[in-house]
């Protein structure tokens, strides 16, 4: 199962991916987390992206498209992926399916979690005080402009799938549990 979890900042995709990880038994490749850990490690993309992603900014398309590339080539990889915040802008998306095509794969869905602003700026902040503010970019202001961002590059991909035939939408203003189990229907139906 290759799939794409599509949706703003604190829909759950994160939350969402856990699940499918272990119903699935495939990873998930979260550009987040990855950017998060080399920051984190001090290495020189770490360096490159630390001050966008405190913005709330988009890295380049190139660096999140080179870390993708690589990922998918890894072993763990070979029987699906979870694609969780990639890709993030029609080039990304463009260039993902370049990539998939010389490795002879296609995707098989993309899960749209739909969620309304507001909810989500009052969810992420509780986030972050539960976390302990751990996330830099988890403060209203950079929130504001990660919503943005989302809702004018990303957003557009929806359609940009749908043109496919490949996107299933599901409602992730539910309870986690049910926004699986719309998540589990969707994929079977
Ligand atoms: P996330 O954990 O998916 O919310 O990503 C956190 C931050 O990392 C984003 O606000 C961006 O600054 C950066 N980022 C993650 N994935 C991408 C991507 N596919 N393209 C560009 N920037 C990204």
């Known amino acids: 199962m290759r799939l794409i979890l599509l949706g703003p900042p604190g829909a759950g995709k994160g939350t969402q991916a856990q699940f499918l990880i272990d119903e699935f038994g495939i990873p998930q490749l979260s550009t987040g987390d990855m ?10 993309l770490g360096l490159e992206v630390k001050d966008i992603i405190a913005r709330g900014d988009l890295v380049p398309d190139e660096t999140v498209v080179g870390i993708i590339s690589d990922r ?8 699906g992926f979870i694609l969780d915040g990639f890709p993030r802008t029609t080039a990304q998306a463009e260039a993902l399916e370049v990539l998939l095509e010389d490795k002879g794969l296609s ?7 739909k969620a309304d602003a ?16 751990a ?34 939408s599901v409602d992730g203003m539910a309870g986690i549990e049910e926004v699986t189990a719309s998540i589990m229907k969707a994929l079977k139906g």
């Open 35 to 44: 950017l998060r850990a080399a920051i984190a490690a001090e290495t020189p």
């Open 72 to 79: 998918l080539d890894e072993e763990d990889c070979k029987n």
């Open 135 to 168: 996330r830099e970019d988890d403060n209203e202001e950079v929130l504001r402009n990660r919503l943005d961002v989302y809702e004018e590059l990303t957003a557009p991909l929806v359609e940009y799938y749908s043109g496919k035939g490949l996107v299933k």
């Open 107 to 113: 995707l098989d869905a993309v899960v749209e979690i």
């Open 118 to 133: 507001d909810t989500l700026v009052a969810r992420i902040l509780k986030r972050a005080a539960e976390s302990g503010g």
